[in-house]
Nanobody, 115 residues
Framework: QVRLVESGGGLVQPGGALRLSCSAS????????MDWFRQAPGKQRELVAS???????NYGDSVKGRFIISRDNAKNMVALQMNSLKPEDTAVYYC?????????WGQGTQVTVSS
């Protein structure tokens, strides 16, 4: 069993930056691929960024060049550095871990980009 807890959300002005963190409890964190998803009101949940067990990364087209996903296996943490934020980045951001058929979700953290 893995429990994921996100932190770091909040209100930021357009052009600003935020860093989200996801802390994982349980064992074998380094064997889980980790993702960040987001869901804006009235929209489907979308994949923002992924990082594999060996550190390979992938990004959604809307965040490429602005967001960076990273992981620290020693601390059981995955982070999302969000730069050059836009109002359309406003959403609840979710941490997601997967290994084989198992997957786990965090409770989400709100990010609001507004002046």
């Amino acid at each position: 069993q893995v429990r994921l807890v996100e932190s770091g959300g909040g209100l930021v002005q357009p052009g600003g930056a935020l860093r989200l963190s996801c802390s994982a409890s349980g064992n074998f964190f380094d064997s889980y691929a980790m993702d960040w998803f987001r869901q804006a009101p009235g929209k489907q949940r979308e994949l923002v960024a992924s990082i594999s067990t060996i550190g390979s990364t992938n990004y959604g087209d809307s965040v490429k060049g602005r967001f960076i996903i990273s992981r620290d296996n020693a601390k059981n943490m995955v982070a999302l550095q969000m730069n050059s934020l836009k109002p359309e980045d406003t959403a609840v951001y979710y941490c997601h871990g997967r290994r084989g058929l198992r997957e786990y979700w965090g409770q989400g953290t709100q990010v609001t980009v507004s002046s």
